[in-house]
């Protein structure tokens, strides 16, 4: 079984989003994701209700959570999934854990905008799955 720890700067959109795939489509595994440098307010609605309504998904649970150095040295992958230019550092004793992935911010997207941006973190999410169960 790995660990994996999905991170974005505010943890209220695209980490949670991945949080979500991953722990839906594998029970080998498991994932968390938490906030980078910033924690949000709360997942925006739009986000559940297209998570539920076109992949369904629910994950009207989910919260920002703050980071945790424990989460971070638990982990056998770290992935980073914001703007390279507007993004979290973790520690160096972590970085050879970690990949970025980059996904595009969600907020002030439209509803297909921010299908699209899903999308792509769902066939992220089952390669990585793929790549684990190897």
């Known amino acids: 079984m790995s660990f994996v720890l999905f991170i974005c700067k505010y943890n ?7 949080e979500a795939f991953f722990n839906n489509l ?12 910033l924690v949000g307010k709360g997942i925006n609605d739009l986000d559940i209700k297209l998570m539920k309504e076109r992949f369904g998904v629910d994950m009207s ?3 920002p ?17 914001c703007d390279p230019k507007d993004c979290i550092l973790i520690p ?3 970085i050879e854990k ?21 999308e792509d973190i ?9 790549e684990l169960d190897k």
């Open 12 to 18: 209220n959109g695209r980490s949670q989003i991945a």
């Open 61 to 63: 649970g989910q919260f």
């Open 26 to 37: 594998t029970k080998k595994h498991k994932a968390i994701s938490v906030a980078g440098s």
């Open 92 to 94: 160096k004793t972590y």
């Open 98 to 118: 970690a990949e970025h992935w980059y996904i595009p911010e969600l907020e002030g997207r439209s509803a297909e905008e921010k299908v699209k941006i899903i």
């Open 122 to 130: 769902y066939e992220k999410v089952k390669e990585l799955i793929s």
């Open 65 to 81: 959570k703050p980071p945790n150095n424990d989460l971070l040295k638990n982990a056998d992958r770290i992935i980073i999934v």
